[in-house]
């Protein structure tokens, strides 16, 4: 906990005077806390604030958040993934999860939902997920996407990390396609300009 503040707070103070909006990706409401005071507006949230009094410290900042799902703990998550219908399973946990914002006081309109590509998931769930991500816009919040340079591509094209641009730019454009109002990406430009050219076609 205290290397993690200790690690971001500085930078988030430095980064404030630029302009643009600062998210802080953490689990634990001490960091939340000590990053919204630093200058964050929006808190990520992989556990989708199921630590105690994490939907409270983002209430009372009134920030923004994401919430993900994501199958087991990030340490053995990708060890056997299993679903009996990953969308359906995804869209349940999201939906209860939004619930619990809202009810502890977080603006409707400042809730985003994640998928969890590559979350305590296989290939195959997250090629699901994509196909049907439109899904779990009935579910009333933007959705977020984060395809970029995961496994998923490099098992498709067979590429390493690295060099998965191209593969992160389709994923990108798909999940636009189907619904999502987000992605989250590593090459911001070549990302933009593939989703200008479909906007204006």
Request: hydrophobic share 50%.
């Amino acid at each position: 906990l205290a290397e993690e503040i200790r690690r971001v707070v500085p930078v988030i103070r430095e980064l404030r005077g630029l302009g643009v909006p600062i998210s802080i990706d953490t689990t634990k409401p001490e960091v939340m806390q000590a990053a919204l005071e630093a200058g964050a507006v929006m808190v990520n949230d992989i556990g989708a604030l199921q630590s105690p009094g994490s939907a409270q410290v983002v209430a009372r900042h009134r920030a923004g958040v994401c919430l993900m799902h994501m199958q087991g703990q990030p340490r053995t998550m990708q060890v056997a993934p299993h679903y009996d219908d990953v969308v359906s399973e995804v869209a349940a946990f999201l939906a209860k999860r939004t619930a619990h914002a809202l009810a502890a006081g977080i603006a409707a309109e400042a809730i985003l939902v994640d998928p969890g590509f590559g979350f305590g998931k296989s290939p195959a769930h997250n090629l699901e997920l994509l196909r049907r991500l439109d899904a779990l816009t009935t579910l009333g919040f933007p959705v977020l996407a984060g395809l970029s340079r995961k496994s998923t591509l490099g098992a498709i094209t067979g590429r390493t990390v690295h060099e998965r641009l191209h593969a992160s730019v389709a994923a990108a454009l798909i999940a636009v396609q189907h619904g999502a109002s987000v992605v989250r990406v590593h090459d911001v430009a070549a990302t933009r300009d593939a989703l200008l050219v479909w906007s204006a076609a």
